[in-house]
């Protein structure tokens, strides 16, 4: 199977939703997704806050990636955070996700990043051997705190 990549642009917006759609449904979070492709354009495209990688198997549509930089004081650096990696069902197995990963370490490593993370639900075993597998190592030691809505909003206040 040949595995290619490019950049999403303005006009994989719809692509791009669909397939955060799948992943939320994968997750069993629809209930949560209040994007719109006019959103996602904004701080995709417009405000250049996260990139897109789509992946193609045999010249179809495939699988992708969303991610951004943060940044590391301790390392003094900045890093990638993987928010999305989205495979179709029907390449699942077939070495997308894998390619999807590789290529966005291929990334880190030529920008210069000190490191490459991304959380996984613990109910996701599939995903958490596979990423094992590549020699990924969870923090266990670290909870992922969230403030939201109008929590968020009474923060700001």
Not at 58 to 83: D, K, Q, V, W
Request: with cysteine.
């Amino acid at each position: 199977m040949e595995i290619t990549f490019r950049y999403a642009k303005k006009q994989d917006l719809a692509l791009i939703f669909d397939y955060i759609k799948g992943l939320a449904e994968y997750e069993n979070l629809e209930n949560e997704v209040v994007a719109t492709e006019e959103i996602l354009e904004e701080w995709i495209f417009n405000q250049k806050k996260a990139e897109v990688i789509l992946a193609q198997a045999n010249g179809e549509e495939a699988g992708f990636i969303l991610f951004f930089h943060n940044f590391s004081t301790f390392l003094g650096r900045a890093g990638i955070y993987l928010e999305d990696l989205y495979v179709k069902p029907e390449f699942r197995g077939s070495g997308v996700g894998k390619a999807l990963l590789k290529k966005l370490g291929a990334i880190t490593v030529e920008r210069g990043c000190g490191r490459l993370e991304w959380s996984c639900l613990d109910w996701n075993q599939k995903s958490i051997d596979f990423y094992r597998s590549l020699g990924a190592v969870p923090m266990d030691e670290w909870t992922v705190y969230r403030v939201t809505g109008d929590t968020l909003r009474q923060l700001a206040e």
